[in-house]
């Protein structure tokens, strides 16, 4: 017995000897001079770390509580043979003022910084050169989230937007990693908001249903819901069709919304262009057919109607539950549509607008309401897409191409367009407003266009970059503790270049605002070279900075705003200017913006609009007639119909001429300088006049 023992012991003895062997040799692959990049090396199953960036936890002892402090610190100790970083940020926001202090404190929390470089560094060596400093405890790469779950959807695999794999699409490589991330921001959010589209749609398809919102205030049966499938299809719940207002809304039995020109309760149509936008956003994951939307739990509202009916649309939306509108058309934005998207805003509405497919450095007119995201397209390279429109109207990019989606009676197909940037940009907006509801549409709006990804190879301005879902639910979730996101926004079209000075207008506003500064610099992309000290007063609505372009060479520069609040929040919008004085320009055209019934006669509107593009008058100047850029500002419109009102504004020289050339309208009130340059005549004139030839003439002599 004693004997059995005694083995016994010797060999758990061996058993410890070799486990400790086998420990202290792992530790000497894992760490330089005992120090370890830890977690990683012994978990070797991760795939994949995050690209330019890694964790460094300063020994205790070391001052970098405060980020300016880290920043210090790590510069001072900092090698030669390094790579070069591009920031420092706080992991942990562990400060004296923070909760629970003295807790992280005593963990070390307050001692961990991360430092970013180039992207093409590699992350593994770099970590073991930081890990070799007596400043330093630990270094590590940061392993990139693993989603937990990828739906079940047959044709989610196409979906390159999703998860960029490079060969998504049959026959067509792609470039890997160039996506959305929405796997990755589904493990944080699966959306619950309301968003409707304003198209007629397949609403019983197979991909949608489960996503198609119910009025349960017109369940009249009270059995939870609206829609029952009955003989093979989907119907509206026989039992709820009762005939009545019940919800008291003003319209009978709208069940899932309402079709406002025809005035009935079933918004569907063998039209297929509102089907395949829905699917893109919001298609039901994981149900084992077809594709996935980006917002994996978020409903449709179904709305449709003519654009004699849009204000209707919009009202209808917002009294009814919408938190996000999605315009995949163009359009131009009457007054009476101004209102309704002022009254949309009003009630924190996030709205979005597809640019528009004509290749051209010009925006979807929808766009002038600076309130709204308006979204280029990006391609499956990340590139920004040949067709999409550009400029700096543009906010953000979101995917245009290769889109596989949903269409009418059970149908899948690919589709093109910024049609579906609009749509997956909204998509995007449902996970973030899901997981901070409390942000106002400009918060979404800065939020994401603070969490873009760049755009590859740009050679024209775009929009801040192209989405990324899992960076822009990740803001979400974080602001969330605060109630807020700051709010960053240029506004594109106040933005004027007067007196060799670009004044800079927009909002640089947060709840807890610290400051904001405006950077500059040659390049179109570019980070800024030169940038204003940090002015300490926010701005809500109003001049931001007066830029001095006199000393500015020809060329093209980058413009950035960036507001901080005091929980390290950052904000970020950005603006293109061109620097370019040497050109002319062919003069001003008229375009043709309404709907023609007879070949030169028009019926709705007429514009007359800048023909600067070729010659290129530098942004902010505008082309007079005789062909020459200047400071002046120059718009015009004529509406057609009974009544017609002109306003121009032109050189003096130039009014007699105008006003000769109008003679042939019914002139009942012209007032000549209310400002100088300025003419505004309503007139009479019967619908058949060739307002168009008018015009054209004018502008041809």
Not at 290 to 319: P, R
Not at 362 to 381: K, Q, T
Not at 477 to 494: L, T
Not at 643 to 662: A, G, M
Request: glycine content about 8%; overall charge negative; proline content about 4%.
């Amino acid at each position: 017995m004693l004997k059995e023992v005694l083995i016994i012991i010797a060999t758990l003895v061996l058993i410890s000897s070799c486990s400790q062997q086998g420990l202290e040799d792992t530790t000497g692959k894992i760490g330089l001079d005992n120090k370890e990049i830890r977690s990683l090396e012994r978990n070797k199953e991760y795939p994949e770390f995050e690209k330019g960036v890694i964790n460094v936890k300063f020994k205790q002892g070391y001052d970098v509580i405060s980020k300016e402090s880290a920043i210090s610190l790590t510069r001072e100790i900092k090698k030669s043979n390094f790579a070069d970083m591009t920031s420092v940020e706080k992991v942990f926001r562990a400060k004296p003022t923070t909760k629970n202090y003295n807790t992280k404190s005593q963990m070390g929390l307050q001692n961990w910084v991360r430092i970013k470089f180039s992207e093409n560094i590699d992350v593994w060596t770099e970590a073991k050169k930081w890990s070799e400093l007596n400043e330093v405890e630990i270094a590590e790469p940061i392993p990139k989230r693993i989603p937990l779950e990828y739906p079940n959807d047959p044709q989610f695999t196409y979906q390159w937007h999703h998860e960029n794999t490079g060969d998504n699409i049959p026959s067509l490589p792609s470039t890997p990693g160039v996506d959305l991330d929405t796997p990755e921001a589904w493990d944080l959010e699966k959306g619950n908001v309301i968003i409707t589209n304003y198209e007629r749609v397949d609403w019983r398809h197979e991909d949608l249903i489960d996503n198609i919102w119910q009025n349960l205030d017109e369940d009249y049966d009270g059995d939870g819901h609206v829609l029952e499938y009955i003989e093979g299809e989907w119907r509206f719940d026989p039992g709820d069709e009762n005939g009545v207002d019940d919800d008291n809304n003003g319209y009978i039995d709208d069940f899932i919304g309402w079709d406002i020109s025809r005035d009935i309760n079933d918004p569907s149509s063998d039209y297929t262009h509102g089907t395949k936008t829905v699917g893109a956003m919001l298609a039901t994951p994981n149900n084992n057919k077809g594709v996935a939307g980006v917002c994996w739990n978020c409903k449709l509202m179904v709305i449709s109607g003519t654009g004699m009916y849009f204000q209707e649309q919009i009202e209808y939306s917002v009294d009814n539950g919408v938190k996000i509108i999605t315009m995949s058309f163009m359009s131009s934005l009457s007054e009476a549509e101004r209102d309704a998207f002022e009254y949309a805003y009003q009630q924190g509405i996030v709205m979005f607008a597809g640019a528009g497919n004509n290749g051209e450095e010009d925006a979807n007119n929808l766009c002038e309401f600076e309130p709204l995201n308006c979204v280029s397209g990006s391609d499956i390279f990340g590139k920004i897409i040949d067709f999409s429109n550009y400029g700096n109207e543009m906010d953000i990019s979101a995917p245009a191409d290769h889109v596989r989606t949903t269409s009418n009676e059970n149908n899948y197909l690919w589709a093109w367009g910024t049609s579906f940037s609009s749509p997956i940009a909204a998509g995007v907006a449902g996970l973030v407003m899901s997981q901070n509801p409390s942000l106002s549409p400009y918060e979404v709006k800065s939020l994401m266009q603070t969490s873009v990804d760049k755009i590859i190879e740009p050679t024209k301005y775009a929009g801040m970059g192209v989405i990324n879902a899992e960076r822009a639910v990740d803001l979400a979730k974080n602001s969330e503790q605060y109630g807020h996101f700051p709010i960053a926004i240029i506004e594109e079209s106040d933005t004027i270049i007067e007196n060799q000075q670009l004044n800079i207008y927009g909002v640089a506003d947060s709840t807890d605002f610290i400051y904001y500064k405006i950077g500059y610099g040659p390049g179109l992309y570019e980070e800024p070279q030169i940038s204003t000290p940090e002015i300490l007063v926010p701005v809500e609505e109003g001049l931001l900075y007066s830029l001095d372009l006199s000393n500015l060479e020809e060329d093209e520069y980058h413009i950035y705003l960036k507001v901080k609040d005091i929980n390290d929040q950052i904000a970020i919008d950005d603006f293109f200017l061109k620097r370019d004085t040497s050109q002319t320009c062919k003069g001003w055209i008229p375009t043709e913006t309404c709907s023609i019934n007879q070949p030169n006669y028009c019926t709705g509107n007429l514009e007359i609009t800048n023909n600067c593009q070729e010659c290129g008058c530098p942004t902010g100047l505008s082309c007079n007639l005789n062909g020459s850029c200047s400071e002046q500002s120059i718009s015009s419109s004529l509406s057609g119909g009974k009544e017609t009102k002109l306003n121009l504004i032109f050189d003096k020289t130039v009014i007699d001429r105008i006003l000769e050339s109008i003679k042939p309208i019914e002139k009942t009130e012209t007032t000549k300088e209310i400002v100088p340059g300025l003419i505004t005549i309503t007139g009479k004139h019967s619908q058949r006049i060739n307002l168009f030839e008018l015009i054209s003439n004018l502008f041809s002599k």
